[in-house]
């Protein structure tokens, strides 16, 4: 069985460096590499759609980011349990057109005794903003420990 530490039971702590490894994860738009943090038969709500399994997970992630071009996400803990953690963010996109969006969203997760996460169920909706109104300039990829979350960021 594949591990993927911070393992639960999750501290406050060890919930926030899981939140923060899987902002950095989806940082990376890499469908590939965000699915080995899932159960090979992970179950997936994200707004409408319903995956089960990593190349369910792949192919989902594959069109979002076709779709949502420029993407970058910050997470931040809201809560957490023995093997649940409930998070909510915000990320930045730009679809095809030029059009950007601020999608903001809640995320309730449950591991397995490895780490892995075996349910995600996502909550998401999308604002259109002005360019000017971009609060992530960042460089794409990771997220610089020194930017702000979201509670920094008034989001």
């Known amino acids: 069985m594949s591990k993927r530490p911070p393992l639960p039971p999750f501290t406050e702590q060890s919930a926030i460096e899981k939140v923060r490894l899987a902002e950095d994860g989806w940082n990376t738009r890499d469908p590939e590499r965000v699915a080995l943090a899932y159960t090979v038969d992970s179950r997936w709500r994200n707004r409408s759609e319903f995956a089960t399994g990593r190349d369910e997970i792949v ?5 979002k980011w076709a779709h949502e071009h420029e993407y970058r996400l910050v997470k931040e803990l809201w809560a957490y349990g023995e093997r649940r953690i409930a998070v909510r963010f ?4 730009h679809d095809d057109s030029g059009r950007w969006y601020r999608s903001y969203g ?10 892995l996460m ?5 909550s998401i909706n999308d604002l259109p903003i002005a360019e000017a109104d971009r609060k992530y300039r960042w460089p794409l990829g990771r997220r610089p420990d020194d930017h702000p979350g979201l509670s920094e960021l008034g989001l």
């Open 90 to 93: 915000a990320y930045e996109w």
């Open 59 to 63: 192919a989902f992630l594959t069109r």
């Open 118 to 122: 075996r349910v995600r169920h996502a």
């Open 106 to 115: 809640n995320e309730n997760w449950e591991f397995d005794e490895g780490g």
